[in-house]
C-alpha cells in the first residue's frame, strides 16, 4: 500500500476540499513487518543459469563449433537451459552471441568461427 501523502485528495462524490481518511494527519497506520522479515534473502533461490553461461558450457564439452538452433537443443537435452516460452529461442541466443563477442573483444566466451558458427574460446568467466 502506498504512502499518504500531504496533498489533499478529493472524489467528485465527496465536493472540493474534502480529505480522504488516507489524506488527514490523523489517518491510521497499517502494521507492517520489518524489511528483514519481508523480503527473502537472496541466498535462498538458486541463480538461474542464462542461456550464454549454457551455451558456454555446451560448446566447452562439445570442442566444436555449433550453430545456434544446435545449441538450444543440446542445452534442453542436457538440462541446462531451456526456453521460457519464447517464440525465437535460437535467434535471440545468436543475437547473444555477437553481442558479446562485440562488446567483450578477445576475452569473450565464444568466437565465429563461419556463418552462424560459434566455438568456445575460452575467455571470460
Same mark, same amino acid.
Given at each position: 500500500?502506498?504512502?499518504?501523502?500531504?496533498?489533499?485528495?478529493?472524489?467528485?462524490?465527496?465536493?472540493?476540499?474534502?480529505?480522504?481518511?488516507?489524506?488527514?494527519?490523523?489517518?491510521?497506520?497499517?502494521?507492517?513487518?520489518?524489511?528483514?522479515?519481508?523480503?527473502? $534473502?537472496?541466498?535462498?533461490?538458486?541463480?538461474?543459469?542464462?542461456?550464454?553461461? $549454457?551455451? $558456454?558450457?555446451?560448446?566447452?564439452?562439445? +570442442?566444436?563449433?555449433?550453430?545456434?538452433?544446435?545449441?538450444?537443443? $543440446?542445452?534442453?537435452?542436457?538440462?541446462?537451459?531451456?526456453?521460457?516460452?519464447?517464440?525465437?529461442?535460437?535467434?535471440?541466443?545468436?543475437?547473444?552471441?555477437?553481442?558479446?563477442?562485440?562488446?567483450?573483444?578477445?576475452?569473450?566466451?565464444?568466437?565465429?568461427?563461419?556463418?552462424?558458427?560459434?566455438?568456445?574460446?575460452? +575467455? +571470460?568467466?
Amino acid at each position: 500500500m502506498k504512502k499518504s501523502t500531504k496533498t489533499t485528495k478529493t472524489t467528485a462524490k465527496q465536493g472540493k476540499g474534502v480529505k480522504t481518511a488516507a489524506a488527514t494527519k490523523g489517518a491510521t497506520k497499517i502494521a507492517t513487518k520489518p524489511k528483514a522479515e519481508r523480503k527473502p $534473502a537472496a541466498g535462498d533461490k538458486p541463480k538461474r543459469r542464462s542461456a550464454l553461461d $549454457a551455451a $558456454a558450457e555446451v560448446l566447452r564439452k562439445a +570442442g566444436k563449433p555449433m550453430r545456434s538452433q544446435e545449441l538450444i537443443t $543440446a542445452m534442453a537435452d542436457q538440462g541446462l537451459w531451456s526456453s521460457p516460452n519464447g517464440k525465437t529461442p535460437a535467434a535471440t541466443l545468436y543475437s547473444a552471441l555477437l553481442r558479446e563477442i562485440q562488446q567483450k573483444g578477445s576475452e569473450a566466451r565464444f568466437k565465429k568461427t563461419d556463418r552462424g558458427q560459434f566455438e568456445y574460446a575460452g +575467455g +571470460g568467466r
